[in-house]
């Protein structure tokens, strides 16, 4: 079970109820900037032929959203209708490559979001 961490200063993972509080702070701008990101969790296996492809994307999709959370990154509130909204206490951190910093795979050469087919929104990894 993971442990979550009640403030930057603890060294935990950001936990719900802290990035449920963050997003509760942020300012127009912020969000008008990015700061809270939304990804797609709900087409993650369209288009596989078999099981096994199925499987792949599913633990594909399943490591990002590890590396995601050892990034810094937590839902803000569940997940809803396929989509999720996350926040990072790091208001720098984006979930999109290019946009600085993007750290999401440690030094960036990891796994990368593409965006869903069906919604536009960071969904798959390459």
């Known amino acids: 079970m993971r442990r979550y961490g009640n403030g930057p200063d603890t060294g935990g993972r950001?936990?719900?109820?802290?990035?449920?509080?963050?997003?509760?702070?942020?300012?127009?701008?912020?969000?008008?900037?990015?700061?809270?990101?939304?990804?797609?969790?709900?087409?993650?296996?369209?288009?596989?032929?078999?099981?096994?492809?199925?499987?792949?994307?599913?633990?594909?999709?399943a490591d990002w959203l590890a590396e995601l959370e050892s990034d810094g990154w937590q839902l803000v509130e569940p997940i809803d209708g396929g989509h999720g909204h996350l926040v990072n206490r790091d208001p720098r951190m984006r979930t999109r490559e290019g946009s600085a910093p993007y750290r999401v795979g440690g030094d960036g050469s990891g796994m990368k979001p593409r965006a869903c087919a069906r919604c536009g929104v960071p969904a798959l990894v390459d």
Not at 41 to 48: G, L
Request: some cysteine.
């Open 14 to 61: 950001l936990g719900p109820d802290e990035a449920e509080e963050i997003a509760a702070r942020l300012t127009e701008d912020e969000l008008e900037g990015g700061r809270l990101e939304t990804i797609c969790v709900k087409w993650i296996a369209d288009e596989a032929r078999t099981l096994s492809e199925a499987v792949a994307h599913l633990r594909d999709f």
